[in-house]
Each structure stands twice: as structure tokens, then as C-alpha cells.
């Protein structure tokens, strides 16, 4: 069945540091994939998201590729702030018997330090 | 615009409680609709989804049920709650016809004491 793997954390990251986590999938068909982001005591919010290989989702300076070949989605940004401490979820949403499933890798939280 | 609500936003009951849950849209028609379940540290647990009016279907067999009796209402509940069943429920909506993003409610922050 269709899965999402996200590396592990915390990611513990300086102001201003280069970001990358890490996310790969398994699915058969055309999944599409978003990045989710999770602050402290709220609900989930919608980062960004790619439908179709090799679009690339941009917001807040976030950025994720769909690489289709190496079946990966990796999240990156060029200089994090503070205010991105949060939890971050990769996820899928793709068909399973004709119905649309969403999958989501289990979360790596970020921690940036001032 | 769409805008997903929950309440209560906190709660803690007694184990052996029951639970009721609400969860409504707002700004779109058929959406289907999710419950999860986030235990403390952990990912997302797909509790039930509902793709229509009284059409629910079960992940994970639970001391939880859910009904939908609206189109943009979707319950969640227990007739007895386990300490097991503390911990952070979200409500989520998409587009009926699949591929698209999920929209999340601000959640409900359940302990059983």
C-alpha cells in the first residue's frame, strides 16, 4: 500500500541555517503531496503542494520538488527564523480501490535557535 | 471562503464518560470529512472518513463512533471513554473528488482522567 517515510527528529537548526527534511513515498499510480506544518496546540496548516512530477511547491520560503524517479518530496528553506519551530508532516493523498487516501509520514519537529 | 470549526477546544472526562465531538464547515457542498487522532509526540491516526450524509467509514476498530448527519456536520463520539483515549482530535476537509489538499481544524485537546 502507499507509504511516507520522513526522517526522524528533532532537527535542532541556528537562525539563519539551511533546511532540509528528508521525506520519500511509496504509491502506486500519480499521488499528489503537500508539506503540512503543526505549531504547538493547533491544528494541522497546509505549507505547500506539488501534483504531478516535478512541479515544484513554493510558500514562505519553503520549497519541495516531486521527484517522481527517486520518489522523494523533500522540504527545504535557505534560512530558517525562529518562528518556523513547529512540526512539519509529509503526506500523500492517492487512490487505494478508487478511493482517495491520505497518508502522512509521522512528523519531524524543528527546533531554531536565536 | 471555507472555514472548519471544533469545539470544544479542551476537555477532560472521567473514564467511563461519554463523548460527543462536533465538527462543522463552512463556504462548500459534499465535503468529505476526516477525524484523527494525534497522541502526544506522535503522527496522525485516521480515525473515519465520510464522503456523504450518513456514508462513514472506520480506519481502526475503537471504543470511538462518528456520524454525519449533515452535510458539513461530521460528530465524533464514545459511550464509555478509556484512558486510552486521551488526546489531540482533529477534524479535516477536502474536496469531494480526491487528489487535493486535506483543511484542518484548530483541534480538541481530550484528556481522560
Known amino acids: 500500500g502507499n507509504s511516507v517515510t520522513q526522517m526522524e527528529g528533532p532537527v535542532t537548526l541556528s537562525e539563519e541555517a539551511f533546511l532540509t527534511i528528508n521525506c520519500t513515498y511509496t504509491?502506486?499510480?500519480?499521488?499528489?503531496l503537500f508539506w503540512y506544518v503543526q505549531y504547538p496546540g493547533e491544528g494541522l496548516q497546509l505549507l505547500l503542494k506539488?501534483?504531478?512530477?516535478?512541479d515544484k511547491g513554493s510558500n514562505k520560503g519553503f520549497e519541495a520538488t516531486y521527484r517522481k524517479e527517486t520518489t522523494s518530496f523533500h522540504l527545504e528553506k535557505g534560512s530558517v527564523q525562529v518562528s518556523d519551530s513547529a512540526v512539519y508532516f509529509c503526506?500523500?493523498?492517492?487512490?487505494?480501490?478508487?478511493?482517495?487516501?491520505?497518508?502522512f509520514g509521522t512528523g519531524t519537529r524543528l527546533k531554531v535557535l536565536a | 471562503s471555507q472555514t472548519i470549526h471544533q469545539w470544544p477546544a479542551t476537555l477532560v472526562q472521567p473514564v467511563g464518560s461519554p463523548l460527543s465531538l462536533e465538527c462543522t464547515v463552512e463556504?462548500?457542498?459534499?465535503?468529505?470529512l476526516y477525524w484523527y487522532r494525534q497522541a502526544a509526540g506522535r503522527g496522525l491516526q485516521l480515525l473515519f472518513y465520510?464522503?456523504?450524509?450518513?456514508?462513514i467509514s472506520s480506519e481502526v476498530p475503537q471504543n470511538l463512533s462518528a456520524s454525519r448527519p449533515q452535510d458539513r456536520q461530521f460528530i465524533l463520539s464514545s459511550k464509555k471513554l478509556l484512558l486510552s483515549d486521551s488526546g489531540f482530535y482533529l477534524c479535516?476537509?477536502?474536496?469531494?473528488?480526491?487528489?487535493?489538499?486535506?483543511?484542518f481544524g484548530p483541534g480538541t485537546r481530550l484528556t481522560v482522567t
Open positions: 479535516a476537509w477536502s474536496p469531494p473528488l480526491g487528489r487535493y489538499e486535506q483543511y
Open positions: 463556504g462548500t457542498s459534499n465535503p468529505n
Open positions: 504509491a502506486t499510480g500519480y499521488p499528489s
Open positions: 465520510s464522503v456523504g450524509i450518513g456514508q
Open positions: 506539488a501534483t504531478k512530477a516535478d
Open positions: 503526506a500523500l493523498s492517492g487512490s487505494t480501490k478508487g478511493t482517495y487516501k491520505y497518508i
